[in-house]
């Protein structure tokens, strides 16, 4: 399978606190995604990151991209109840466009 | 609306029978996509509408698995003869252009129950 893993599986911090999330992936790629997911939603884009960047900002939320160790991690800063959710990444693997997810992180930000 | 529309939201069947899930995708994008998620499986992808060219089938599970898209927009998941194993969320999306590095926007899917 090509499926990457993430890590962990599950985080619970308190409103305030950074989260971090990790994704490793197995082959070269041209680009890695990161989706939110709320319970009983579909999946939202948050942001892209080509593999010729290093990191990338969007509002609250980092990216960093590590091609030389095949991962990436999503820092979530000064989280809220509002960002508990699911978090996946995901690649195309150079594979036109469908997308291989990782496993997922399940936050929890506690009010 | 402005988003991707999946229907029904929720589908309860017996084993055996077919089902037809429906996809209606953001107007004027070029790409759809169909994702399977399950607790034990995760995220699985499906199968792919790009554009005119041939769908990749590629993640279809079986033959009992079959999709179409017409006049470029709305798309059907067809499964027949279903077992209790396709029980998961089917999920659609669809994207501006089809290729590489597309942002999807997903619909809320269609959730599947076999009994």
């Known amino acids: 399978s090509q499926q990457g893993e993430e890590d962990p599986q599950a985080l619970s911090i308190q409103e305030g606190e950074n989260a971090t999330m990790n994704c490793s992936y197995k082959t070269s790629i041209n680009n890695l995604q990161w989706y939110r997911q709320n319970s009983g939603r579909g999946l939202v884009h948050l942001i892209l990151?080509?593999?010729?960047?290093r990191e990338k900002h969007s509002g609250r939320l980092r990216v960093t991209l590590d091609t030389s160790k095949k991962s990436s991690s999503l820092l979530i800063t000064a989280s809220r109840a509002a960002d508990t959710a699911s978090y996946f990444c995901a690649t195309d693997y150079n594979q036109g466009g469908k997308l291989i997810f990782g496993q997922g992180t399940e936050l929890s930000v506690k009010p | 609306g402005a988003g991707v529309s999946q229907s029904p939201s929720n589908k309860v069947t017996e084993k055996g029978k077919d089902v037809e899930l429906r996809c209606d995708p953001i107007s004027g994008h070029t790409a759809l996509y169909w994702y399977r998620q399950s607790l034990g499986q995760g995220l699985e992808f499906l199968i792919y509408f790009q554009g005119n060219s041939a769908p990749d089938k590629s993640g279809l599970p079986s033959d009992r698995f079959s999709a179409e898209r017409t006049g470029g927009s709305v798309s059907t998941l067809t499964i027949q003869r279903t077992q209790q194993e396709d029980s998961a969320v089917y999920l659609c999306?669809?994207?501006?252009?089809?290729?590489?590095?597309?942002?999807?926007?997903f619909g809320d899917g269609t959730r599947l129950s076999i009994l």
């Open positions: 990151i080509r593999s010729n960047e």
């Open positions: 999306a669809s994207s501006l252009r089809t290729g590489v590095g597309q942002p999807q926007h």
